[in-house]
Every structure is written in C-alpha cells, then in structure tokens.
C-alpha cells in the first residue's frame, strides 16, 4: 500500500513538473546558477586565502621560523637567539631544508632629505634567496653582495627621496647601547606586496 502512494506521488510529482516547463527550466537554471556562483566564490577565497599566506611565508617571514620562545612572545633584538651557531649546526645535522639566519630589529632611516621608521631585516645574502623571493624581486640596481649595503622597497625609497648609490643612515637602539651606520643603496624592490615594497629594508 505504501508503495502504491508513493508511485502515485512521485507520478504526479512528475506530471507536475512537466506541466509547467517554463517554471521548470528557470528554477533549474537557478539552481544551477547558485552552484555554479557558490562554487567559483569559495574557490575564489580559498585562492586569496592561499596567495596571502604564500605572501607572507615567501616574503615576510618564512614557512617556519626557529626562534625562543620569548622571542614570538615580544620580537626584540635582546629575546634573540644568542647560540646562533649551535643553531645553524643543529639544523644542518638534522638535514633541514634550506634555511637562513636573519634578525630583524626597529630603527630610524635617514636620507639627506627625510627620516622614517622602519623594521630592519638582517639578512646573509647568499643565503636569504634559498627561504625568501625578495632577492629575486629586486627590479632597480641589484641585491645584496657584501655589508655597508642596503635594499630598500621603492615606495619606501620614493618617501625618503633616496636613490640608487645614495647613502643613508640607519640609527637604533642597541643593548650596548645606540647604533648608526651608513649604507648604500644598492638595490629597489619591486614585490608587488605590500609590505615589502612599503617597508621593505634588507
């Protein structure tokens, strides 16, 4: 009995739906439209959220960072690393992945024209481009090759007015106490990010 109601209900339901071809058609092209538009917007984020994360592992920081534990509580010069080379050695015999030291501390940047604050990144320059694409994304002049050198973001280079072979000042705040020292500009980064074409000081 129950069997026979339910191949009558489904046999007008499906009298029903072709009775009305029309409405049948465009509640389907709706559906379909609402799937398909679903579909492409979490791809879409997803995407986004995917490009971000490599933005910032490539270019701001790496995919994994090795630091104490006070260090990522409050990121200051003095919560650094103090056995680096115990450091570089443990991941060597672990046989990492490539890796780079770096040290990022605040500073004050001064041009013959302009000073502005910054996050200076400290960075070996034979080794940054094994975890970084900075080097790579250098579009004016050319990347790192030994000390008293500097690359800078080229919005950031625009603010201070500062070209390529100029010279600036980096002054900061150390534990024997205040440092300055000048550097040539050697190189712009053109990263199409943010934060390094802003901000970026290698």
Same mark, same amino acid.
């Given at each position: 009995?129950?069997?026979?109601?339910?191949?009558?209900?489904?046999?007008?339901?499906?009298?029903?739906?072709?009775?009305?071809?029309?409405?049948?058609?465009?509640?389907?092209? =709706?559906?379909?439209?609402?799937?398909?538009?679903?579909?492409?917007?979490?791809?879409?984020?997803?995407?986004?959220?995917?490009?971000?994360?490599?933005?910032?592992?490539?270019? =701001?920081?790496?995919?994994?960072?090795?630091?104490?534990?006070?260090?990522?509580?409050?990121? /200051? #010069? %003095?919560?650094?690393?103090?056995?680096? %080379?115990?450091?570089?050695?443990?991941?060597?015999?672990? /046989?990492?992945? &490539?890796?780079? #030291? *770096?040290?990022?501390?605040?500073?004050?940047?001064? &041009? #013959?024209?302009?000073?502005?604050?910054?996050?200076?990144?400290? =960075?070996? #320059?034979? +080794? %940054?481009?094994?975890? &970084?694409?900075?080097?790579? *994304?250098?579009?004016?002049?050319?990347?790192?090759? +030994?000390?008293?050198?500097?690359? !800078?973001?080229?919005?950031?280079?625009?603010?201070?007015? =500062? *070209?390529?072979? %100029?010279?600036?000042?980096?002054?900061? +705040?150390?534990?024997?106490?205040?440092?300055?020292?000048?550097?040539?500009?050697?190189? !712009?980064?053109?990263?199409?990010? &943010?934060?390094?074409?802003?901000?970026?000081?290698?």
């Amino acid at each position: 009995m129950r069997n026979a109601a339910a191949l009558t209900t489904a046999r007008l339901a499906w009298r029903n739906i072709w009775r009305h071809r029309q409405r049948t058609y465009l509640l389907a092209a =709706v559906v379909a439209y609402a799937t398909v538009a679903t579909i492409f917007y979490w791809s879409l984020v997803d995407g986004y959220k995917l490009s971000v994360l490599e933005a910032h592992a490539r270019y =701001v920081l790496a995919p994994v960072t090795v630091a104490r534990t006070a260090w990522f509580a409050d990121p /200051d #010069p %003095e919560n650094g690393m103090t056995d680096t %080379e115990r450091a570089l050695a443990a991941l060597a015999s672990a /046989d990492s992945p &490539s890796y780079a #030291p *770096r040290l990022r501390f605040a500073g004050l940047l001064t &041009s #013959p024209y302009l000073s502005e604050t910054a996050f200076l990144r400290g =960075v070996d #320059p034979f +080794a %940054e481009a094994a975890v &970084s694409r900075v080097p790579a *994304r250098v579009g004016e002049g050319r990347w790192l090759t +030994a000390s008293g050198e500097v690359v !800078l973001g080229y919005k950031l280079a625009k603010r201070l007015d =500062v *070209r390529l072979g %100029e010279r600036l000042v980096v002054s900061t +705040a150390a534990l024997a106490g205040p440092r300055s020292l000048g550097l040539e500009v050697v190189g !712009l980064t053109h990263a199409r990010v &943010s934060t390094v074409d802003n901000s970026g000081v290698y």
